[in-house]
Nanobody
Framework: QMQLVESGGGLVQAGGSLRLSCAAS????????????MAWHRQAPGKQRDLVAS???????NYADSVKGRFTISRDNAKNTVHLQMHNLKLEDTAVYFC????????????????WGQGTQVTVSS
């Protein structure tokens, strides 16, 4: 199993910036073979969870229309981390942000899976 730990959420005024980070790790008995697509999703109260941005291991990125030009996703393959730099935050960006990763690891055998972080709250105030 892979674990994802997010950090960097918080309270910010509209127009401000925040940087979210997510670190992936396996247990001591596991060897991470590859982490393919990593992504950030968000879920506002009473709404479904939506994709915000994704990035492949090769660096190809994809963004939701609502965040294009304001958010930037990046990753460090050597450190198994993914970041989301958010600028010009709007009230409607308020949500719990979740990190997601598709992976292969070795734990007695090759295992493919999808991991989710526990979520980090981003609140944008007026």
């Amino acid at each position: 199993q892979m674990q994802l730990v997010e950090s960097g959420g918080g309270l910010v005024q509209a127009g401000g910036s925040l940087r979210l980070s997510c670190a992936a790790s396996g247990s001591s008995a596991d060897t991470i073979l590859s982490i393919n697509t990593m992504a950030w999703h968000r879920q506002a109260p009473g709404k479904q969870r939506d994709l915000v941005a994704s990035i492949t291991s090769g660096g190809n990125t994809n963004y939701a229309d609502s965040v294009k030009g304001r958010f930037t996703i990046s990753r460090d393959n050597a450190k198994n981390t993914v970041h989301l730099q958010m600028h010009n935050l709007k009230l409607e960006d308020t949500a719990v942000y979740f990190c997601e990763a598709d992976y292969h690891l070795f734990s007695a055998e090759v295992v493919a899976g999808r991991a989710w972080g526990q979520g980090t709250q981003v609140t944008v105030s007026s």
